[in-house]
């Protein structure tokens, strides 16, 4: 008989929760059966759990209690994520927590240690590892086949800060509730590549951040450069100043010695001495964020551990606010 896991979700007014569509589609799409969700707001809670033939519940510790599901889905403001961690790791139940797990450095390292100490298993969507491109650059730089890696420009630009207050959350907008702006929510996926794809770990050298389009307490473009020890440059740059709903401004490339790999709408263009042509991804490949639910699943069903560990996210998360000190930002 297949495997289909029992799925709750904490927090599900979260805007990935449902936007573009998202993680609750993709959860149903591989196979979930969604148990119950649960928001502080119980309309949201309602509305969404009577789609999928959930149990709505305003309190999430009384979902994970009721329902004892095989896994969970946290989401929720970035303010509320700590405690709903403590809670998830104290409950033995594997879950997928998105980024930043909280408003500040020192409090996501605390929850990583958390992790690590209890054993929990608990991962982040680092969605961008599974994108085709970053899969064929590990690859070949794992083969020694890019010679020596010069540098990784990563660009991230999406539409402004209005589609957060139309998706009822507002709170995205808040340095208090969210932590930061696009660098915490954007940024963090750069500095997770960075120390994926070269396994070092790399220092920020310069750092700016801008909010002059949308002016309000948390930015709206960044641009940070990061070395890592053996000299690989990484540009990581991300913005909410796409003026149009629905579109992007972006890049992934890598340039070394021997191979200039760029992202492309379907592949990963490959450019070498003699040779310029597109890899198309296989036919059936799931990448970003379908990838890390499918590949959860996957592990949870054959008792395998998280594709990514807490110390990953409290990392990236430390780069981040390393960058916004070389920024200027003051901290709370």
Not at 63 to 75: G, H, N, Y
Not at 77 to 95: C, E, I, K, Y
Not at 194 to 205: F, K, N, Q
Request: with cysteine.
């Amino acid at each position: 008989m297949a495997f289909r896991p029992r799925v709750a979700v904490a927090g599900v007014g979260h805007y990935h929760a449902v936007y573009p569509p998202f993680y609750l589609s993709l959860l149903a799409k591989h196979g979930a059966e969604l148990v119950g969700m649960a928001d502080p707001e119980p309309g949201v809670a309602r509305a969404r759990a009577a789609h999928y033939g959930a149990r709505a519940y305003e309190d999430y510790r009384t979902m994970v209690e009721e329902t004892r599901p095989d896994f969970v889905l946290a989401l929720g403001r970035h303010v509320d994520m700590p405690d709903t961690f403590r809670f998830l790791v104290a409950s033995g139940v594997p879950f997928l927590m998105e980024k930043p797990w909280g408003v500040d450095a020192e409090t996501v390292r605390e929850l990583a240690a958390l992790a690590e100490m209890k054993g929990a298993w608990v991962a982040t969507p680092f969605s961008m590892r599974y994108s085709f491109w970053a899969r064929t650059a590990r690859e070949m730089l794992a083969k020694g086949d890019l010679g020596s890696v010069s540098h990784v420009r990563f660009r991230m630009i999406r539409p402004g800060v209005q589609r957060y207050v139309d998706q009822g959350c507002a709170w995205m907008l808040s340095k208090a509730e969210a932590g930061g702006g696009v660098l915490l929510n954007l940024g963090v996926h750069g500095f997770d590549l960075c120390r994926w794809l070269t396994g070092e770990e790399p220092e920020i050298v310069s750092a700016v951040v801008s909010n002059a389009v949308c002016r309000l307490d948390v930015e709206d473009y960044a641009s940070v450069t990061l070395r890592t020890p053996s000299g690989v440059v990484f540009h990581n740059e991300v913005g909410y100043t796409y003026p149009k709903a629905g579109g992007a401004d972006d890049e992934r490339a890598l340039a070394a010695e021997n191979v200039l790999l760029v992202e492309t709408g379907d592949g990963v263009r490959i450019v070498t001495y003699d040779r310029d042509e597109v890899l198309l991804a296989p036919e059936g490949y799931t990448g970003t964020w379908e990838g890390v639910i499918a590949d959860c699943l996957g592990r949870i069903e054959r008792g395998e551990p998280p594709p990514n560990s807490a110390r990953d996210c409290a990392r990236a998360v430390s780069l981040t606010f390393e960058a916004y000190h070389m920024a200027g930002v003051p901290s709370e």
